[in-house]
């Protein structure tokens, strides 16, 4: 018997729907029993948002801050697993608040440590630099990091922009005005996430995931768009001054910090609609001398290595 372990956060829940599809070999299998916990906030975040609890929630994402969690169950805490499989999503290109508060818990050094994990992520389209922070808190952790998965909405950046704020204000997964495509992963993407738990129950079996990662690769699991990858870094770095300025100023709910979320709210949305464009010129531009070290950047953030920060 194989006893996998799925934690994971949702709040529209897309990241369920993309776990059981995945998970079902697993499921349907009577050599593997799973367990799940679904990580809850002691306060949780709203579903829908309104616009301030959105940006509310910026520097605490960004700069890592835990929230209070619920307890996980004693039955879980005092049980050994073979494989454990760990669900997120992004938020401000870092893991969602509620995720990187369990990586941060003594709970998850205790299931985490020396044991395999897959990740397995739902999110707009910009997901590497967040990866990049979940590997290294897996790593200080100590735990085996064999493989993942990644599910985005594939429509152009700017499309996305629009039906993800319709998706997340108003709490409808629908087309926005009855004219843009349909916000987050397409049904089809979810249902064809299917796919991947094969290779993960043949690899749970045989206790080996050395080749795992490029198995789930060769599927296609794992896309990477050098363009977003450029632009995810650039806004971390502009992120970092956003979020500690924010962070000075008043803690989640003050009044102190309204009128500078206000003010990120307006850079943010002129950084969407005037410097992203701005940057994929130069990006196009400019990349062509270097596409070598970015076929060999794409293919470290398609791995489940991790080079740690000089
Ligand atoms: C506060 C907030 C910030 C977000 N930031 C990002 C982001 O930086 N990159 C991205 O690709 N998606 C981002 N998203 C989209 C989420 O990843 C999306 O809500 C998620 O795919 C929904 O899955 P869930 O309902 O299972 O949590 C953000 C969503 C929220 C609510």
Known sequence: ????????????????????????????????ELTYHRIQPVSNYPFPWDGHSFFDAFPESFLQIPCPLQPIDDQILHTNYDL????????????????????NTKEAKRLLNDTPVITVINCRNMWVMAQEKVKSLLHGIGANHVGNVVLVDRHLNHVSVITIVHWMMTGRKDSYLGLFPKPGVSEKDIS???????????????NDYSTLQTSLVGLGAVLVKPLLVFTDKR????????SQLIRSKGL???????PWLKAFNYYLLFAIWVLAPVVSLLFLILHLPFLSLIRKEKRYYQSVNFKTPR
């Open 192 to 206: 064809e996430s299917r796919r991947f738990g094969e290779p993960i129950a043949t690899h749970l079996k045989n």
């Open 235 to 242: 806004a971390n770095t502009l992120f970092a001054k956003w």
């Open 84 to 103: 454990v499989i760990l669900g997120y999503q992004v938020w401000y290109l870092s893991p969602s608040i509620p995720f990187n508060s369990f990586l």
């Open 1 to 32: 018997m194989k006893r996998v372990l799925v934690v994971y956060y949702t709040q529209t829940g897309q990241q369920k729907e993309i776990l059981d599809q995945i998970l079902f070999p697993l499921e349907a299998d009577p050599q593997v």
């Open 252 to 258: 989640p709910g003050e009044a102190a910090r309204r």
